[in-house]
């Protein structure tokens, strides 16, 4: 082979080289995070956040503020991993939605009086995030049940906060008619948080939950209802059934309010992907298996 075909065959495969690389773009897209309201809300209310995320389609909201990490930490759990968060799924629109039922919170009592921030990034892409502020405001006397509705056999927590100085609250069940079915007693903070776990042990029904303490002006007072019990359902399947799907696909889904932790590939354990594509080789690598094969060209070739 001459010295001017070797030439040419090494100016054509670099010339492939340069066609096949694309040029490393950033990621395109945005971020945003919104609420409705006027800017202030009551420890315990329920705060409708939504917004746009036009890079991946899950969120990954965390709060910071007074008393908590400056990374954040789970919007439901105050006492969670530094830099975690919880998902929210975005919709095939690139619109989201999500509902943040405060009285749910781990570590409430961490909460003040005071402004905090949400961070709302993708999960994939942190570096691409919005945030917005809330002024949460501490109320003198609110309690909340979970479950409720509950079923027999339930543990029911009844957590909330009441004025400082309280040494005790004073919980009665009640049923519908005013009856006094149980009466407990919950020990309280010293900055008026309390927390109480009891048995659901009553028939189904409506009832009544009254907390209360002589320094008290009002007590307060909850409805509580017990659910009856499922009536079992037989399921009748045939076999070779032509129509319908008897092994029907179940799609994972992302609660709110578990928290996860991003790791280095920016790809979380459990979470399903909406969608999957092939990894692209590298640039350098493609360059550098081109110019392999063309030495090997060039020796195997020469005369």
Same mark, same amino acid.
Request: net charge positive; glycine share 10%; proline share 8%.
């Given at each position: ?115 905090? /921030?949400?961070?709302?990034?993708? #999960?994939?892409? @942190?570096?691409?995030?919005?945030? %917005?502020?809330?002024?949460? $405001?501490? +109320? ?69 939950? /009254?907390?209360?303490?002589?320094? #008290?002006?009002? @007590?307060?007072?909850?409805?509580? %209802?017990?659910?009856?019990? $499922?009536? +079992? ?71």
């Amino acid at each position: 082979m001459s010295i001017m075909r070797r030439v040419f065959l090494v100016l054509v495969l670099l010339i492939a080289a340069i066609c096949i690389i694309q040029p490393v773009l950033g990621v395109n897209g945005t971020v945003s995070i919104a609420y409705r309201g006027s800017g202030g809300s009551y420890i315990g209310d329920t705060i409708i956040f939504d917004g746009q995320n036009t890079v991946g389609n899950i969120i990954f909201l965390r709060i910071n503020g007074p008393g908590l990490p400056a990374e954040g930490v789970p919007i439901y759990d105050l006492n969670g991993i530094p830099g975690a968060g919880n998902p929210v799924e975005v919709n095939p629109d690139g619109t989201w939605k999500f509902a943040w039922y405060t009285s749910s919170i781990k570590g409430i009592e961490k909460m003040q009086t005071a402004r905090y /921030t949400l961070t709302a990034t993708d #999960l994939n892409h @942190p570096e691409i995030f919005s945030t %917005t502020s809330v002024f949460m $405001k501490k +109320p003198e006397f609110f309690a909340n049940l979970t479950p409720n509705p509950a079923k027999f056999a339930d543990y029911v927590s009844l957590t909330g906060f009441a004025e400082r100085g309280l040494s005790y609250m004073r919980i009665d069940l009640t049923d519908i008619s005013g009856k006094t079915l149980r009466t407990y007693s919950s020990p309280v903070s010293s900055s008026g948080y309390f927390n109480y776990n009891f048995h659901v042990d009553m028939p189904p029904g409506q009832y009544y939950i /009254t907390m209360s303490n002589p320094s #008290l002006t009002s @007590p307060l007072v909850k409805m509580f %209802t017990v659910l009856p019990p $499922k009536t +079992p359902t037989t399921v009748m399947t045939t076999e070779g059934a032509s129509s319908g799907n008897p092994t029907s696909s179940i799609t994972a889904g992302i609660s709110p309010s578990a928290a996860i932790t991003p790791n280095s590939t920016g790809v979380t354990a459990g979470t399903l992907q909406k969608s999957t594509s092939s990894i692209p080789l590298s640039p350098v690598t493609v360059l550098i298996g081109l110019l392999i094969t063309g030495v090997i060209a060039l020796v195997w070739k020469r005369p």
